[in-house]
């Protein structure tokens, strides 16, 4: 195991005490097995043992937790295991971003109430990783120091840790899940959320700069004695028997209204994640067959493959179930439930653009006319799509908090915005806290399945994409960023802002940023032009590409990566060679001629300038 600390954990067994809230039998979690390495005894610490941060260089230490910023997450490298990386998510590391976090939810709740608040609970849920256990015990420590009430929902999803903080009687005032969600087993993370969602990406930076002064000038340890006990919470009985009744009620069976799956066969791949409770707490007891589903066990070492909806290996083993067992549908998540895929009746793999267009053509039927929010990734082809089905399609910024906010912004302006996705499999609807929830994506396509047996219909769910033209080429390349790790962003912004002058001033012939929409998006889909703009969390442009030839025939999308220091480039076609066309002009026209190739590593631009192969 690894650890950049000693020994650090604390005495939590006499601590805990189970809720009284009124909830299902909880589960016998001493029964289910994980393969954990030799974790530290839990143990006192004393303040003897410790070392004091001021022997450490203050502002490296300071930058070490702004970097495990992702975003709208928080995430790193919590086991040694990955050649070139050293473990940053540490526990003292998690224990000052527990401890911001639940200062950050007391003042602003003291803000809403212009009074003092006492008894805010904070749940904590997390995927089986090997170090979720370990690094609970951070959190707990620094939501105590904070002063807060202490909740364990134990193996849980990420939608289900929000859900947690409305669904009665539970109703906690905010809730941390621990996930790196399809990341290897080495890293993990942290994902926040209060009553009205998930953190924005400034949150999370104003909360990652107070921990990282907490880091910088404290003890090398967690060494916080509980003052408050835990109390472990079996939330996930109730979250799955809130997904049965959406269903019982929505599809309202004529004839078996408490298991309207009946004589349905579904196929659930959870990936060896946090998934599996669907299948046992939502599925059989609605009266699914789901024999032949696939690595339903949480194992944080993710032994199968990757717990990952756009994993080519997922969809084949999960397309390969269906077809062996004649399913009628099958199920990818990814590990924490928040993303997920499927394979229609007929082996065919549905996620990224497809997935999108099964929930338009779905929310479109039940909210004509709406508008629906994607990243700017998605192809010309899913505008067709939407457009015709009498949908509007707005295109924003990549990332699914970007495209979910976006969506809530537009419901508040008036454009009445149902559905938001991102390509990744990222998806938010209205009707559900705007949260984006694999499960409840599934749940929604489930329904339309049987009210589609119910009209007599056999053909399936992928019969209603059955229009979507694919594009014909699609590619994703990316440049490294050549610079110190603290000039990386600001490099990526001076490449990917020198791109949009060029295009501006039309030094690319037939180039031009993208409309995006009519949502209030300046062009290049990166700029809200309404009255209340969302910061700009990363630097972006699509461009559309056109020729004497073919007129408008693909798009360009530059941005920089909030994950790691480099820039993706992505390219789509609907003509034979056009995305190496595209990549030589990228190269020539704009890469060299600018003379940002000199801190760019272009070695995959130039190989598919030159073969059309990455």
């Not at 009074?115 to 105590?144: C, M």
Request: charged residues 25%.
């Amino acid at each position: 195991m690894a650890s950049t600390s000693a020994s650090y954990s604390i005495r939590l067994q006499n601590n805990i005490h189970k809720t009284n809230v009124p909830s299902p039998k909880p589960l016998n979690i001493t029964k289910l097995k994980f393969n954990f390495p030799a974790f530290p005894k839990l143990t006192r610490i004393s303040s003897s043992s410790t070392t004091n941060y001021n022997d450490l260089v203050v502002d490296e230490e300071i930058d070490k937790i702004k970097r495990l910023q992702n975003g709208s997450d928080v995430r790193g490298v919590a086991l040694e295991g990955e050649k070139g990386r050293e473990v940053n998510l540490t526990p003292p590391a998690v224990e000052a971003i527990a401890e911001s976090f639940g200062e950050w939810v007391i003042r602003k709740l003291e803000k809403e109430t212009n009074r003092p608040v006492e008894n805010i609970k904070v749940s904590l849920g997390k995927d089986p990783r090997v170090t979720g256990p370990s690094l609970s015990v951070a959190v707990f420590a620094g939501l105590a120091r904070a002063g807060c009430m202490l909740i364990d929902i134990g193996l849980a999803t990420t939608p289900a840790c929000f859900m947690s903080t409305v669904l009665p009687p539970f109703e906690y005032d905010a809730s941390i899940m621990m996930t790196a969600s399809h990341l290897p087993y080495t890293r993990n993370g942290l994902k926040f959320f209060t009553k009205r969602g998930g953190l924005t990406s400034p949150e999370v930076e104003e909360i990652c700069d107070k921990a990282a002064r907490k880091y910088a000038n404290r003890q090398a340890k967690v060494s916080t004695m509980l003052n408050s006990p835990i109390t472990k919470v079996d939330f996930m009985r109730a979250y799955a028997k809130h997904l049965q009744d959406i269903i019982n009620e929505r599809v309202n069976h004529p004839d078996h209204y408490d298991t309207p799956l009946k004589g349905f066969q579904i196929i659930v791949n959870a990936g060896n994640g946090s998934g599996g409770f669907f299948t046992w707490d939502v599925l059989d007891k609605l009266g699914a067959d789901t024999f032949g589903s696939l690595y339903l066990n949480p194992d944080g070492m993710f032994p199968n493959h990757i717990p990952n909806p756009e994993d080519k290996t997922a969809m084949a083993r999960t397309r390969a179930a269906v077809l062996e067992n004649s399913a009628d549908l099958g199920i990818v998540f990814d590990t924490d439930v928040d993303r997920s895929g499927v394979v229609d009746n007929k082996g065919n793999p549905i996620n990224g653009d497809k997935l999108i267009a099964l929930m338009s053509a779905i929310v479109l039927k039940e909210h004509p006319g709406t508008t629906i929010v994607t990243d700017a990734r998605t192809s010309m082809a899913l505008s067709r799509f939407i457009n015709a089905r009498g949908g509007h399609h707005c295109l924003y910024r990549v990332g699914y908090r970007n495209v979910i906010d976006k969506g809530v912004q537009l419901n508040k302006d008036g454009a009445e915005t149902h559905l938001m996705m991102e390509t990744s499999g990222h998806g938010a609807l209205k009707e559900n806290y705007f949260l984006d929830d694999g499960a409840y994506m599934v749940v929604k396509i489930i329904i339309e399945m049987v009210r589609m047996k119910l009209e007599g219909s056999n053909e399936g769910i992928g019969s209603l994409i059955k229009d979507l033209d694919e594009s014909l080429e699609s590619v994703e390349l990316r440049m490294d960023i050549v610079s110190q790790p603290r000039d990386a962003k600001k490099r990526a912004i001076e490449a990917i802002e020198t791109f949009r002058s060029y295009v501006e001033e039309q030094k690319l012939e037939g180039w031009e940023l993208d409309f995006c929409g009519d949502c209030w998006v300046s062009e290049g889909c990166l700029v809200d032009s309404n009255d209340s703009p969302a910061a700009v969390d990363a630097h972006m442009y699509r461009v559309k590409v056109s020729d004497n030839v073919n007129g408008e025939f693909g798009w360009v999308h530059v941005r920089e990566s909030i994950h790691n220091p480099n820039i993706a480039v992505n390219l789509q076609s609907s003509v034979p060679g056009g995305c190496q066309e595209m990549t030589r002009i990228f190269l020539d026209k704009f890469l060299v001629a600018s003379g940002t190739e000199k801190f760019l590593d272009t070695a995959q631009i130039n190989k598919f300038a030159k073969t059309g192969t990455k």
